[in-house]
């Protein structure tokens, strides 16, 4: 009995421990929560609103002039940009985005895949980590941008694609990653970085009709990697609010789940000393008895 009572009172302390790290841990992420979804609150206005004007651009020019950046041609080599986090302990989080990469390589890029032509850049290590071991040809050349998150560093990661892209090593480009909610939500997505995509007239409105200075062609050169830089950073600030807010509800569960055993073990605890204490006194009254007989 009086083993069953240490082992409980073991079970009790390692789990008050537990407790104290998932709660200093819920209170860390929430902390950098705020800064992270104060930056991509600031930035998504800014970025979509330029990537509905890059597209609309790209929709609106006619024959005459050659755009690299928004050249469609037969997919035959597929780059993937895959966002996730360096550490885990954030739920389900890096688990749905592999999980999305997977199934987009399954439904749109097999043939490919299977051919060996489906490449994919990791931003994130947890991200590099499963889809290496799932046997997909994966890069680490960036999977460290969070380390020191920062827009030159992601725009290297843009550049270095859309010079690829322009060289014809891929003909396709996709983000794939996490968009930001609230703490409790994100929003898993594959988006087309290149070719930039068009858009699709809506029945009766009238096209764009832009005037441009200077120069069309200069214009869109100077413009397109600027607005293409921005979309990607985008993504990763997404991705960063992301991860915080998915793990300080993971935290906050894991606390909650810390309660609820906490209270079954003292209650186990309590019954075994109630039931220690009976058997004594049960031995002590028996043992009284037989000195009297």
């Not at 421990?17 to 998932?22: A, D, E, G, Y």
């Amino acid at each position: 009995m009086a083993g069953q009572l240490k082992e409980v009172r073991n079970r009790i302390k390692s789990v008050q421990s537990t407790q104290q790290i998932t709660k200093a841990m819920k209170m860390v992420s929430a902390a950098k929560l705020r800064r992270a979804q104060d930056a991509i609150t600031q930035m998504r206005p800014y970025a979509q609103k330029l990537q509905e004007m890059l597209s609309n651009i790209v929709s609106s020019i006619e024959g005459g002039t050659t755009l690299a950046l928004a050249e469609e041609r037969a997919v035959e080599k597929v780059l993937l940009i895959v966002i996730t986090s360096d550490r885990g302990l954030c739920g389900g989080y890096n688990a749905n985005i592999v999980k999305l990469t997977k199934s987009t390589v399954a439904e749109k890029y097999s043939s490919q895949f299977n051919k060996g032509n489906v490449t994919v850049w990791n931003i994130g290590k947890k991200g590099w980590e499963s889809l290496n071991k799932a046997g997909y040809n994966t890069n680490e050349r960036f999977k460290d941008i969070y380390l020191n998150l920062n827009f030159e560093a992601v725009q290297e990661a843009a550049q270095t694609a859309m010079r690829a892209f322009e060289q014809k090593e891929f003909d396709a480009v996709e983000i794939i990653y996490s968009e930001f909610k609230n703490a409790a939500t994100q929003a898993f997505v594959a988006e087309q970085f290149l070719p930039i995509p068009k858009v699709a007239p809506k029945p009766g409105s009238k096209k764009a009709d832009f005037i441009f200075e200077p120069a069309k062609e200069v214009l869109i050169a100077e413009l397109m990697p600027k607005i293409l830089n921005t979309q990607l950073f985008k993504a990763v600030l997404d991705g960063n609010a992301s991860e915080h807010g998915a793990r300080m509800t993971a935290m906050d569960k894991a606390s909650e789940n810390a309660n609820e055993l906490l209270k079954s073990l003292k209650i186990s605890y309590n019954r075994a000393r109630q039931a220690a204490i009976t058997t004594e006194l049960t031995e002590i009254v028996s043992g009284a008895a037989a000195l009297q007989g």
